[in-house]
């Protein structure tokens, strides 16, 4: 991926559908960082989580081994 990439925080849209809870473990540090942007850009910590997942499924590329 090139460095060059940035992870863009719009402003927020109401929810749209249906939506399911899933449960995931992070480490600390990675959750740290994700309180961090929460609180400098007003959004919750499930936006920002689906934010990323979004970006990084537009930019997966699955490789063979």
């Known amino acids: 991926m090139a460095q060059e990439d940035k992870f863009i925080v719009p402003q927020r ?7 399911t809870v899933v449960s995931v473990r992070l480490p600390d540090t990675m ?16 936006e920002l989580v689906q ?4 970006y990084a ?3 997966l590329e699955i490789t063979e081994e």
Request: net charge positive; proline share 3%; glycine share 6%.
């Open 57 to 59: 499924l537009a930019r």
């Open 13 to 19: 849209k109401p929810a749209v559908g249906k939506s």
């Open 31 to 46: 959750l740290a960082k994700l309180e961090d942007v929460a609180s400098k850009t007003g959004r919750s910590r499930n």
């Open 51 to 54: 934010m990323c997942i979004d």
